[in-house]
Every structure is written in structure tokens, then in C-alpha cells.
């Protein structure tokens, strides 16, 4: 089954108010009014696109080792996955998927990491939880993500909505600020260059792992010649 299956089907069941969650409408309702707003806003037009510069970046993973993108990118191309946090189910069914393709990422020369504002312990529980081989790094009040400009402010109701259900994004982040990335993936060449993006701000839609292969082997073909 492909990725955007598999959120759809479990979009289908979490809209139905199926357990576990067992969401009644209104609250489907503010979700998708919440989207459908950041879908107007425009916002996923200001984030990088193809033939952009990325912005370098250097962030800890859960361990505290320090990864340089610079460092990475002298090694290979760079598949860099925006990552909201262990909550959200779509984002780890999304994670999950990008594990089982990294091996061919692997042999394309290209290594994998996901970015999100969580702090250390969330992601490991990221990585334990969704047996990643890859690591979440931590962009502390996402600045990284601003840098891609993929970060936003949640509206003040869905704030009240996430409350109400104990998503407690300040406690997962460490930081007041009630903003998250919007889902981006990217692929850097060893220039810097960005070779693919996809954002999207539904969050319920992903494009599948695949769709790196194209840029991807193109860039080993250039790297070979």
C-alpha cells in the first residue's frame, strides 16, 4: 500500500470518530478549517523551492551530536524531512515510510534526516516508536524551518482545540510559541542547491518516498560523470 493510502485510510477512520481517538465532527471541523485557511494564507509559496539555495544548518540529534549540513554535503546529497513531532500520526506513518526507502537513498549516495521543533526525549520516542535508522534532529523554536519558510503560528482556536485534547505543543517543544513546520521534504545537492521540494500545508497529504528517485539519481549520474 502507498503512503498517501495509508493516511487516507487512517484520515477515513479518524474522521469517522473510530477509536482510538474517537473524535467527534466539530472537532474534524476546526481541523479542516485550520487547513483550509493555511491553504489560502498562501504560505507554502514563500517556502524554498527547486533551484533555491537551502540554508545551511547545524542541529543536535536526540543523543546530542552535533550534524553540520555543510559536513553531510561534502559526502553526498542530503534528504531533508520537516517533521512536526510525535503526536501527529500522519507524520509518522510518514517517517516510517521514508525508512523503508532509505536503503536505495543509501545507495544513491544520499543520507536521510527529519527536522522537527520536539525536544531530544520526543524524538527518540520518534525513533523507537517508528524504528528509524535515521536521525530527528532538533530545531530548537524552529529556526531552521523558518529558514525554509515552512514555519507558522497555529490560529488562536486550533490552539484552544489542541489544548482541549492535551496536544501540549509548548511541553513538546520546549517553547511557548504555538508554531510548527509545515510538512516539507527536501532533497540538497552537495552545492547547496536544492534539487526537489514538496510542501504542503495539508498535512494530511504526502507525496510518496519515490518521488526523490528522479533528482536523486540524477544528481548520482552528475557526481559520476
Not at 487516507?8 to 473510530?18: L, M, Q, S, V, Y
Not at 530548537?140 to 515552512?150: D, M, N, T
Request: proline share 9%; hydrophobic share 40%.
Amino acid at each position: 500500500m502507498s503512503l498517501q493510502a495509508k493516511l487516507d485510510a487512517f484520515k477515513a477512520d479518524f474522521e469517522a470518530g473510530k477509536p482510538p481517538y474517537n473524535v467527534p465532527p466539530s472537532v474534524i471541523e476546526i481541523m479542516h478549517r485550520a487547513t483550509a485557511e493555511l491553504i489560502a494564507s498562501g504560505a507554502a509559496g514563500h517556502a524554498l523551492k527547486t533551484g533555491d539555495k537551502a540554508p545551511s544548518f547545524a542541529l543536535k540529534d536526540p543523543d546530542g551530536t552535533v550534524v553540520n549540513s555543510a559536513a553531510v554535503l561534502a559526502k553526498g546529497p542530503l534528504i531533508v524531512s520537516f517533521y512536526r513531532g510525535v503526536w501527529c500520526p500522519y507524520c509518522n506513518m510518514e517517517l516510517q515510510a521514508l525508512e523503508a526507502a532509505r536503503p536505495e537513498f543509501e545507495r544513491l549516495g544520499a543520507a536521510l534526516v527529519a527536522i522537527s521543533p520536539q525536544t531530544a526525549p520526543n524524538s527518540r520516542k520518534s525513533a523507537r516508536q517508528n524504528g528509524l535508522g535515521f536521525p530527528i534532529l532538533s530545531d530548537a523554536k524552529g529556526e531552521v524551518a523558518a529558514a525554509f519558510g515552512l514555519r507558522f503560528r497555529l490560529p488562536d482556536y486550533l490552539i484552544e482545540l489542541y489544548k482541549s485534547l492535551r496536544n501540549d505543543l509548548p511541553t513538546f517543544n520546549d517553547d511557548p510559541s504555538w508554531t510548527l513546520p509545515m510538512p516539507g521534504r527536501y532533497l540538497i545537492g552537495q552545492d547547496g542547491t536544492i534539487l526537489y521540494a514538496d510542501v504542503n500545508p495539508d498535512y494530511t497529504r504526502r507525496p510518496e518516498p519515490e518521488a526523490l528517485l528522479p533528482a536523486l539519481r540524477q544528481a548520482a549520474a552528475r557526481s559520476a560523470a
